[in-house]
């Protein structure tokens, strides 16, 4: 039996320069897709997973996402005066609870790696998830909690992982697999954004991560890595064969909103997902034939 994963870190200290002037001064994590800014799908993807503690790794210019996180009274005040109780249940009812949620800062832009570990002090010794909001996940059971369920049998290290084109894995951590199953594949190495011809594979890494708390003591060194960065993957390429590692082909759509065509595309796909907007959307979309 392995530990159950309690905690949750979330690396939003990134500026958005890809979506500017929009991003100027608003978090690239609070772009709405449809209703909602990115950072709350993650959360309420974290909260289906059974996390209990949500820590984010800010940086400056974040005042609006931590405040996405408050209460509002002023307008919950003008809701209620006008009869609006469906509106308030809306803005309160997916909140995490006082207390279970942690802010921490990232105070120089060096790289996931980094960002993880700012967040070390408060994740201390047991299993922890990582999720980067902008990758959006569209899925009948949320990612996370599918990784939750395989680090259940496995634990270790277990993250999420999609096939792409051979030409892409420079864009991306790429698994050496030592077997594979179909679903979830052991690795006995991790490569960083490699050449395609120097690529392993082509089962990439998605945002979505359960990691052991051994990562940690690979981080402490700060050792930089491709980009002049201090990579997440590199550190957790480092603990295996003291640590397992299992990338999970998980079942769902993701959708890269950190790219302007991706946001458009989770835009219209989580629309066309509602049964409130489903007609009204296929028949916009049929505009453009």
Same mark, same amino acid.
């Given at each position: 039996?392995?530990?159950?994963?309690?905690?949750?870190?979330?690396?939003?200290?990134?500026?958005?320069?890809?979506?500017?002037?929009?991003?100027?001064?608003?978090?690239?994590?609070?772009?709405?897709?449809?209703?909602?800014?990115?950072?709350?799908?993650?959360?309420?993807?974290? %909260?289906?997973?059974?996390?209990?503690?949500?820590?984010?790794?800010?940086?400056?210019?974040?005042?609006?996402?931590?405040?996405?996180?408050?209460?509002?009274?002023?307008?919950?005040?003008?809701?209620?005066?006008?009869?609006?109780?469906?509106?308030?249940?809306?803005?309160?009812?997916?909140?995490?609870?006082?207390?279970?949620?942690?802010?921490?800062?990232?105070?120089?832009?060096?790289?996931?790696?980094? /960002?993880?570990?700012? /967040?070390?002090?408060?994740?201390?010794?047991?299993?922890?998830?990582?999720?980067?909001?902008?990758?959006?996940?569209?899925?009948?059971?949320?990612?996370?909690?599918?990784?939750?369920?395989?680090? /259940?049998?496995?634990?270790?290290?277990?993250?999420?992982?999609?096939?792409?084109?051979?030409?892409?894995?420079?864009?991306?951590?790429?698994?050496?697999?030592?077997?594979?199953?179909?679903?979830?594949?052991?690795?006995?190495?991790?490569?960083?954004?490699?050449?395609?011809?120097? /690529?392993?594979?082509?089962?990439?890494?998605?945002?979505?991560?359960?990691?052991?708390?051994?990562?940690?003591?690979?981080?402490?060194?700060?050792?930089?890595?491709?980009?002049?960065?201090? %990579?997440?993957?590199?550190?957790?390429?480092?603990?295996?064969?003291?640590?397992?590692?299992?990338?999970?082909?998980?079942?769902?759509?993701?959708?890269?909103?950190?790219?302007?065509?991706?946001?458009?595309?989770?835009?219209?796909?989580?629309?066309?997902?509602?049964?409130?907007?489903?007609?009204?959307?296929?028949?916009?979309?049929?505009?453009?034939?």
């Amino acid at each position: 039996m392995h530990n159950r994963v309690r905690k949750c870190v979330f690396p939003v200290g990134g500026m958005g320069t890809r979506f500017l002037p929009a991003t100027k001064a608003m978090p690239k994590e609070m772009l709405p897709v449809v209703d909602k800014p990115l950072i709350q799908y993650a959360v309420e993807e974290a %909260q289906a997973a059974g996390i209990e503690h949500f820590i984010f790794v800010t940086g400056r210019g974040k005042t609006a996402l931590e405040d996405h996180f408050d209460y509002a009274p002023e307008l919950e005040r003008t809701l209620r005066e006008h009869g609006k109780d469906a509106d308030i249940e809306r803005v309160r009812s997916w909140m995490p609870k006082s207390g279970q949620i942690s802010f921490t800062r990232q105070q120089e832009p060096l790289g996931l790696g980094h /960002a993880v570990w700012c /967040a070390r002090d408060l994740v201390d010794e047991e299993p922890f998830a990582v999720v980067l909001p902008d990758d959006l996940i569209l899925a009948e059971t949320p990612c996370l909690a599918q990784l939750v369920q395989a680090h /259940a049998k496995v634990g270790g290290h277990v993250v999420a992982v999609a096939d792409v084109p051979r030409e892409q894995t420079r864009r991306y951590g790429v698994l050496d697999i030592e077997s594979d199953d179909g679903m979830l594949a052991r690795a006995r190495g991790l490569v960083e954004k490699p050449a395609p011809e120097d /690529a392993p594979s082509t089962l990439t890494i998605i945002g979505r991560y359960i990691l052991d708390p051994g990562v940690f003591e690979h981080l402490d060194r700060q050792i930089k890595g491709a980009g002049g960065e201090i %990579q997440l993957t590199d550190a957790i390429a480092r603990t295996i064969g003291r640590v397992s590692f299992h990338g999970l082909r998980f079942a769902g759509r993701r959708f890269d909103c950190g790219d302007k065509v991706g946001w458009l595309h989770a835009n219209l796909s989580f629309a066309l997902n509602r049964p409130d907007m489903r007609d009204q959307v296929a028949a916009f979309l049929a505009e453009f034939g």
